[in-house]
Every structure is written in C-alpha cells, then in structure tokens.
RNA sequence: GCCCGGGUGGCGGAACGGUAGACGCUUCGGACUUAAAAUCCGAUUUCCGCAAGGAAGUGCCGGUUCGAAUCCGGCCCCGGGCACCA
C-alpha cells in the first residue's frame, strides 16, 4: 500500500490514497521533516542568512488558540520562501515559561510550578507540531531551564556591575487579607482579582533597573528601525521627552535655600502667580509654617492613601493646600505662594512647578477653584485675536506681553532670552526630561529567576570588594533597615546558574518577601565571594577569610527578563561558556523579520531593546537595535465579533480543525481571513472555501489511480494564456509573500488552480511550479504531490519558480472606453496602439458613438493598455 | 481631552488616481445520482427593463481632477493607545 521514495539516502512512505487524505498526509510528512531535520538552520554557510522570529509563547495551561498560528504562518510561509530563495533560514521556536498562571496553580496544588510549565510545555509543543511549521527544533528553549536562565542573571549582572541595577524603596500592591503581595494584573479595580479584597500601597524594597539612562538613545533608535509607525510613535509618546528649562526660584523662609521647577514654557515666567509642590516633596516639610501645618499635614496623609487610580482617573477636581510660604520670582521679584497639590507628580521633573493658569489648563481649573490671580503673558501673534485678549487658559503660540524687557519677542525667542539670562545668574538652566521611570525590576514571587545577589555587612562589603574589583559598581548598592545598612554582593559568573530551592508552600512569605524567604537555609548562609559557595548559616562557617555572614535575596525577575534576549540564544542555544558566540551572532545578529501581537508595542519591546542596547556598549552584540523590520499580525476575533475568551465561549483551538479539514487547510484559512495585521472576525463556515481549493488542486494533479493526473504530461505545451497567468502568478506571489499580503496571494492561486482546471492539457513544468509556490501555505499536500508527480528532492527544498517577464507580455491589450470619464466599453486591440488609432476604434464602438456620436471631442485622455476617455462637450 | 487606525454587497474582503465589488463564504437555479452528500456549470450591490441596456452606489457634506473608494477640507460613527508628565 506504500510507495518507497528516495530521497538523499533516506526513504520515506508516501501515501497511496487516490483521495486527497489530509490527516494521513500531514502526519506523515512532518515525520519525515522531523526524522530528517530538513528545516535545521546552518547547514550551509555559503548562503545568504535570514532569521524570522516569532514571539515566542507564555505555555498556558488552556493550550493553543486559534490567534498563535496566524502569526506563526505567516512567519513560516517566509521561511519557507526564503529557503526556497536560497537562504539559510534560521526560524527557531521557544518557550517564555516563567509567569504568574504557573505559580497560582502551584499555590493551589502544591506541585511544583515546573512540573506544570513541562506539561503545558509539551501540549503546546504537540499544537505547534501538528500545524507543520518549519522550526528548528534543534534550537528549542525554554526560558525556565537554568541551562538558559543563567544567563539571564549573567546579564543582569552586567547591569548591576555598570550601575544600571539599584535599590529602592518602590510601592507595590498589598493585600492584607491575602498577606501578599499582588502583581498589577492580580489586582482590578482596586481588589484582588483572586477573592475581591481591597488591596493597598505599601513601599517596599525593590530592584529597579535605569533604564532612563538610555532615554535618549531609546528614542532616537527608532528613526531608523522598519517599525509600524502607530508603534514607533507609542514608544516615543512613553519615552515622552520634552525640552525646557530648570528655573530655581528663591524662598522667602531662610534655610531650604531654592525652590526648583522644570517647565517647557520658560517665556511664561512673568505669568507666574504660585507655586505648586507634590504632597511627597522634600521640601514640603520645611515650607509649611506652623499655623498651616495640620491643614498640609492632614492633605498629606490623604495623598499618600490614594492609590494611583485615584489620584489620576478619578480625581477630575483637583484639590491642594497652601503651606504659608512664599517663594520669588528671579525674574521681576514677584511674591508666589506655595501650595501643595497632588495634581503635581513627585516622579516627574523636580516634583515642583511654576503655575501659568493663564497658560496652562491645569493651573487655570487650580487658580480658579482657589481665587488664585491669573496673569496673561502669550498673545497670539496672527490676526485671529483681533485686538480682542484671547479666551484663557490661552495654550497657543504667540509673543510676549507684560514681560518687560521680553515683551514683544516670539514665544520660542522670548523663552530662550529668558533662560539664557537666569542661567547667567545662575538661576536656571536648559534642560530636558523624560516620561520614561525606570524599571521596577524585582517580583515577590517564587516562579521566576532568582537574583544572582547577596547582602552583606559593610565590613564584609569592603573586604570582598578589592577581590571582585571589575564585577562591582562604582557606587555600592545598598540599603538600611532597622538601623542596619547591607550591602548588594554578586555571585560570581561561576556559580551561575543560581537555581531556585525547593520549598514547602509556594506562598509568599506574608512579611511582603517571597515564598523564597522562608527557605532559612537558602537565605541565611555562610557566602564564599570568590566562589559564590554557600553553607547554611545553621552551620559552622568554613575556613576561610572568604567566608562570610550573608542574606540572599529573595526576590525574583520579572516575566518580561527571559524574554528581552531569547532571540540572541536562538542563534547558539546549547553554548555553555557564553549566552552565544560571536560567531554565531555575526552569523545571524538579530531577526530579520520580527512578528507578534501589538500588545506588546511598548513594554517588551522597549525593554529588550533597553538590554540589547546595554550588551552592545560591552561588545557581546554587534548590533545596538535588536529587531530591524517588526510587523504586528491583527487578532482574530470570535464568531460573534467579540475578544476570544476562554470564559465567553467562542474560543477557537486549532485541534478540532486540523482533525476536520488538516493543518494545510487551517493555514491557508488563516491567511486568506483578511490582511495580516487587520482584526478580523474567525468565520466557521469559511474554512470551506480553502479547503475546496486544496481539494481541486488535488484532483487536478492526481488521477484516479493516485498517480499523476492523465491531463498533465511532460511534453504538453500550455495555452499562451496558461503561461501568462503562471508567470502573473509567480510574480504577484512572490511579491505579496514579501509585504506579508498573504490574502491576496492565495485569490491568485486560487485563480491560477481555476484556469488550471479549465485547461485539458498542462505541463508538468507548469504543474510543478505551481506546486512550488502553493508550498510555503500549504506544504504537506504540496511535498505529496511533488512527490507522486515524481518531482525529484522535496518541494521544501526545491528553487523559487523564476519570474519571466516575457511571459507576460502580451501582443493584445484591453482597452477601456470612457466618455467624460464614464465607462462605455472597451475591447482587445495591439499593445502599440497610438492615441489617434484608439480614437478611430472608440468613436466606431456603438456604445461609445452613443454617447459622443454627435458631440464635440474637447480632449482625449489617453493612458495605452488601460484607458481612453473622450471628454465631450 | 490628545494621538493613531478604520468605515466598500447578506458576510470576510479586492481594487499603481483609470472597468468598484477580484478571490472566497452564504444563498438560489441547473447537471450528475434511485436519493442524498460530494462534485461540476451558472447566477448572487440596488433600482428600472422581457432584453439589449440604463441609472444610482464605497459613512455624511463639500472640493481638486478628463476621471476619486483612493487626494484635500469639514463632520458622524467604530476600534486601539495615552491620559494631570508641567
């Protein structure tokens, strides 16, 4: 019942079915890829390289939805299209496995969460198999694995080492119901998503990685980067960087010395009639007179128990407290009084500003609920105000007015004079700020990587340091608590990776640590710097002057560490003296083609580029951008129009329609819905239409005996018509596969196997070919039929159909008749026809003389091959 | 509020400023069949017409152009992002 094929000292069975069996078929021919690892990167280093990427999945326990492999074929139909170009394509997959879902089944189990991340693992891994992609499966990784995870903390170590990691007491969010700590999606609408406890702030020490230090070079990498726009533009919105002044004003009250602002609109200075401090300000202490000091005192505290939320979203009044200070305008001496307001942020600028009701919609709604003066300065320079004072707040350009010696000057001019001149004195400078904070960089949860970090003594601090002079800071990391200053020690590479112990509960700890902390035999030890070996503290210490009393740290990475640099472990994933070698990185830098949804259009993607940024500046990457060309593929939205959703019941997975109509059909589907990176609505009934296609392609190629199809013979010659429409075909998709226009490409096949069948006689050539570009969509009925139709190699393998422009040439051309624009008819003339011929033929067509027999020609229109229109008095 | 993206048949969607609705789904009719399924052939924007054909038509209003779904201006609606960042 089986056919031996030869292939490059292998042999595979090919079906015998006469019909088209799908399941038989693609279970067979991804064995025979697999067995013959057809779809390993770097078999040939004489090609040209092309990495795809995809981003790669969080293993959820509810598996595969139809949304993963749209953007998985899209990438694979570029793979396979660029191995059949002649590339050395490296297309590899992995597994982003740390995440919340597996901890909280842990905590409910008991089970470790690794023991649940393998299994979601390899259902996941069996979903993907089915559906035929073009992996290297060789290259498989699994962000979980210490053989990977260690070198996630050894970049974390470059970090702390250039000064890049820190300390800092952060707030994260509190349940004392739970006695936990919460992660921001853990926590909606101001409860726990687990039970609907209400959750609050509480500052605890945190990891925070300064990723502000990049700012600028984040910003201006993305000129250049072949990005979405709607994308680039939503990273440069959240780095937000804005150019203006640091002004210092003075203060009435002798001691705290100046009071300093940051504003973009240093011309507005002269506008200024108060001042306005964050609750959390340093100086709000010192400024607050006595008579006012409860009044501040108490808006204080109200501030602080507001959650952000609060303070933002729902707080449309704003709401502020005057201290009873003053400070001093350094430009003309004017007295301002100082409020305390929560409407200005502690985390931005100074934490101060000057107030410009008259010029900003904040200050103004303020100077109106308070009576505070409001003092026009801007006026617009144009005509429009017509004499007549502008509506305020007034937010536009203009000149200056009531600004002494500033008063006439352009709004830009006047702000630059006035900056210039305080700075001269002393009292301002140029500055620029960011939006972008850094990144909180530490969880208080068991399922992620360890910090490769101890904490010791100061004393020990400074007898270790002399030891591991190039692996520290310049400036120690530490923090004080309970009147005890620690200090942050690293690990030394060697004893990466540092893998997380076994534990008894996978809760937090309750004291705001994580379930690590209470592993007394972990945390508390007896540390060896040089090593990084470690004994219980329970224990005696060994001898040794390098010894000494340590604390572990018990918080772990955030999810998005394992993800800013897999693509980097794809190209040498096995490497066990470096994260990858050089060679394989100039081999295959980063991704060539980067898909995935864009959700992840800011956070991810700013803070791999953040880390790759960081590895260029100490020569591990050739690069500083990690992904040159991104595309977001669109979601697929239910039958009903709504989100998928495990809960709403119209979540599609992939297993019952592979089952029903095969992975070839679904994958086809999936392109044809609509344009990739369109939001699209899954249609049940849809899949049909594929799938019939893939069907007649069947039967027109095979015959009744599951061999060749009679009608396709070696010597036939194709119809002119044929060859052109091939030759359209091979061009258009091609193309289309290029800008990832999979849609289109199929309607063109799908018209190509329409003539196809029409024709009683085809070239097994123009079989073949066909065949060759239907592949990359569908392969697995495409390497059967190159197969049965005796093709030699595999249709993976085999070369891009060549494009002939001759082909397409054709000796007669439709032309289109219109009269005054309108369609009248058209029909076949010479390709060379001139504009005086076209007339003749047009004025002799019936339904052209109709509408311009006897009226005047006033202009002809002429477009050869396309179009004539007479335009008619 | 601000910044993007998008509104085309019953549905998903095609259309370098040049025949609007390719391709597919759905539906209807026909062929094949004892019958059904599958398959094959044909029709499927609306209105008028027996037909040939004509008219209207790409969210709404206006403009540019020989010619606009496409370009420009003003609105309406839907989706996404940001949101006291001084």
Redesign the pocket.
């Known amino acids: 019942m089986e056919r031996m094929v030869h292939y490059g000292g292998f042999h595979t069975m090919v079906t015998d079915s006469k019909d088209y069996d799908f399941q038989e078929i693609e279970r067979r021919w991804q064995s025979f890829w697999e067995r013959n690892r057809t779809f390993a990167a770097g078999k040939d280093p004489s090609r040209p390289k092309f990495y795809v990427l995809d981003m790669f999945p969080y293993p959820s326990g509810s598996g595969l939805h139809i949304g993963h492999p749209e953007g998985y074929t899209a990438t694979d139909i570029i793979a396979r299209h660029r191995r059949a170009r002649g590339f050395d394509v490296l297309h590899p997959i992995g597994w982003d496995a740390f995440g919340l879902p597996a901890e909280q089944h842990a905590v409910k189990t008991g089970t470790h969460p690794a023991a649940n991340t393998q299994n979601n693992i390899a259902n996941f891994r069996r979903q993907i198999k089915a559906l035929g992609f073009s992996y290297d499966w060789d290259r498989e990784i699994d962000t979980t694995d210490p053989r990977y995870f260690r070198w996630t903390q050894w970049i974390f170590l470059q970090l702390f080492r250039r000064g890049l990691a820190y300390v800092d007491e952060r707030p994260v969010w509190w349940c004392p119901e739970l006695r936990t700590v919460l992660a921001n999606e853990e926590v909606i609408d101001g409860k726990s998503d687990v039970g609907g406890f209400p959750v609050e702030r509480r500052n605890l020490r945190q990891w925070v990685l300064r990723i502000t230090a990049y700012a600028d070079r984040l910003l201006s990498g993305l000129e250049g980067l072949d990005w979405p ?2 994308t680039k ?2 990273q440069a ?2 780095i ?1 960087r ?1 150019e ?1 002044a640091e002004i210092t004003f003075g203060l009435e009250k002798p001691g705290p010395g100046g009071l300093r ?5 240093p011309d507005t200075l002269f506008g200024c009639t108060y001042m306005v401090l ?1 609750p959390e300000h340093g100086l709000v202490e010192a400024l607050t007179t006595p008579e006012m000091r409860v009044a501040v005192g108490d808006y204080r505290r109200r501030a602080a128990s507001k959650s ?1 939320l609060e ?3 729902l ?5 502020g407290v005057f201290t009873g200070s003053f400070a001093v305008n350094p430009v003309n001496g004017a007295r301002l009084p100082i409020w305390v307001a ?13 107030a ?1 009701p008259a010029h ?4 103004f ?1 303020f100077a109106a609920r308070y009576s505070l003066p409001v003092v026009p300065v801007i006026e617009p320079a144009d005509h429009s105000s017509n004499g007549q004072a502008p509506k305020l707040p007034y937010t536009g350009d203009g000149n200056l007015v009531h600004s002494d010696g500033y008063t006439g000057l352009d709004w830009r001019e006047g702000g630059r004079r006035i900056t210039t001149d305080l700075a001269a004195k002393g009292s301002a400078r140029h500055s620029v ?3 972008l ?1 850094d990144w909180l960089f530490s969880r208080q949860r068991y399922w992620g990587e360890p910090i490769p970090i101890v904490w010791v003594s100061e004393g020990d601090y400074r007898r270790a340091a002399p030891r591991l002079a190039g692996a520290l800071p310049e400036e120690p990391v530490s923090f004080e608590q309970d009147g005890v200053v620690r200090f942050a020690l690293p690990l030394c590479e060697s004893a990466l990776p540092l893998e997380l112990p076994p534990v008894q509960s996978y809760l937090p700890s309750g004291t705001g640590e994580s379930a690590l902390a209470n592993v007394p035999g972990w945390v508390d030890i007896w540390f060896d710097f040089t090593t990084g070996m470690a004994v219980p503290a329970t224990e005696p210490p060994p001898a040794g002057d390098t010894w000494i009393r340590a604390r572990r740290e018990t918080n772990t990475m955030p999810q998005w560490a394992g993800s800013c640099w897999y693509y980097l472990r794809f190209t040498d994933p096995r490497n066990s003296r470096q994260f990858a070698s050089p060679e394989a990185l100039a081999r295959w830098g980063g991704p060539d083609l980067y898909v995935g949804g ?2 992840h ?2 956070l991810h993607l700013l803070y791999a580029r953040f880390w790759h940024k960081v590895l260029f500046d100490i020569g591990a990457v050739p690069t500083d951008e990690p992904f040159r060309r991104l595309f977001h593929q669109g979601i697929i939205l239910g039958e009903d129009g709504e ?1 998928m959703a495990k809960s709403g019941g119209n979540a599609v997975s992939p297993d019952a329609i592979i089952e029903s109509h095969g992975t070839d059909s679904l994958r086809l589907f999936l392109m ?4 990739l990176e ?4 899954w ?1 049940p ?2 899949i ?3 799938h ?2 893939l ?2 392609v069947w ?1 027109d190629c095979i015959g009744d005996d599951g061999g060749a199809n009679p009608k396709i013979a070696g010597g036939a010659q194709d119809s002119a018509e044929l060859q052109k429409l091939l030759h359209e075909t091979i061009r258009k998709v091609g193309d289309d596969i290029e800008a990832l ?1 999979f ?2 490409a ?2 063109q096949m ?2 190509f ?2 003539a196809l ?2 024709e009683a006689r085809v070239s097994r050539a123009t079989a073949l070919a066909f065949i060759q570009l239907l592949a990359p969509f569908a392969p697995h009925i495409c390497e059967e039929l190159w197969s049965r139709l005796g093709a030699p190699g595999l249709a993976s393998e085999a070369p891009w159909p060549r494009f002939d422009p001759a082909r397409i040439s054709a000796a007669e051309v ?1 032309l ?1 008749f ?1 009269v ?7 029909r076949l003339v010479p390709a060379g026809l001139t504009q005086e011929q076209a007339v003749a033929l047009a004025t002799a067509d019936p ?1 052209v003389a ?2 311009a027999g006897n009226r005047t020609i006033v ?1 002809v ?1 002429y ?1 050869p091959g ?2 004539l ?1 007479l ?1 008619v008095s």
Request: charged letters at 35%; glycine letters at 10%.
């Open positions: 726009d709607s533009r939503m919105a959240w937000g804005s203006g602002v940051f504003t973009t609109r964050a952000d303070r933002t979203d707080a449309k009044d704003k709401t929560d409407y200005v942020l502690m985390g931005y600028g100074t934490g101060a500003i000057m410009v900003d919609e904040r200050d709604e700020n960011f939006k904070r864009a959700e259009a800011v989100k044809f819905l609509g344009p369109a939001m699209k609505p249609n009934r849809g049909e239409g594929p019939r296609f069907q007649k039967r226009r849609n289109t199929i309607s799908m018209i196997e329409n069948h029409k439709r289109v219109q005054n624009g309108k369609h009248r008819g058209d339904r109709a509408f202009k229109v477009v396309r179009i229109n335009v």
